[in-house]
């Protein structure tokens, strides 16, 4: 199977002025409003999606990035090594509604490692979950607030979603899994 893209450059920036729209209609005080990006491309897609409510609602908000590694469920499956990346949260996360945000929801345990994680730092008064991209096939009863684009895919299948930060172009593509990406 040949790798489809689905969504181009262009297509991608609309989606996140529309998520960062949808986080601005339902979080009525913007001041108590944190993002939270997931290493790795959950933090870039943080930045613009930060960018983008500033540009809408002329109000500075926060941003702080998550290093899950620790909190997953499947690190002795994975990982011989883990690499451990560096969790910045420059706020106090109590009180706060910290919007949560990453590429992909899949099965549901990187958002349920995050939501720990974030804990371990404080008590929000709300966790919201925002995702480029929900491919389905949950293993945990989650689901996302804010999604760019509902992908339904085949457990063969592989969700990528590029950032330029990272892999050189803004897309989103998927292929079979085993196949380069």
């Known amino acids: 199977m040949e790798e489809r893209k689905l969504?181009?450059?262009q297509t991608m920036?609309?989606?996140l002025a529309r998520l960062a729209h949808e986080i601005i209609e339902r979080n009525e005080d913007?001041?108590?409003l944190y993002l939270v990006g997931i290493r790795r491309r959950g933090v870039p897609l943080a930045r613009r999606i930060r960018a983008n409510i500033e540009a809408f609602s002329d109000m500075q908000v926060e941003l702080g990035e998550l290093d899950i590694t620790l909190y997953r469920d499947d690190l002795e499956e994975r990982f011989d090594m883990p690499q451990l990346n560096?969790?910045?949260?420059p706020f106090d996360v109590n009180g706060k509604v910290i919007v949560l945000?990453?590429?992909v929801l899949y099965t549901g345990r990187t958002a349920r490692a995050a939501m720990d994680a974030l804990i371990e730092l404080g008590r929000p008064a709300a966790i919201q979950l925002c995702v480029a991209v929900d491919r389905g096939h949950r293993e945990l009863p989650i689901s996302a607030n804010?999604?760019?684009k509902n992908i339904p895919t085949s457990?063969?299948?592989f969700v990528s979603v590029r950032v330029e930060e990272i892999d050189g172009c803004n897309e989103i593509a998927v292929n079979r899994r085993g196949e380069s990406h």
Do not use: A, C, H
């Not at 560096?86 to 949260?89: A, G, N, P, R």
């Open 30 to 32: 913007i001041t108590q």
């Open 101 to 103: 945000v990453d590429d």
């Open 7 to 9: 969504v181009d450059e």
């Open 86 to 89: 560096q969790t910045l949260i």
């Open 146 to 148: 804010y999604v760019g």
């Open 13 to 15: 920036r609309r989606m």
């Open 155 to 157: 457990r063969e299948e």
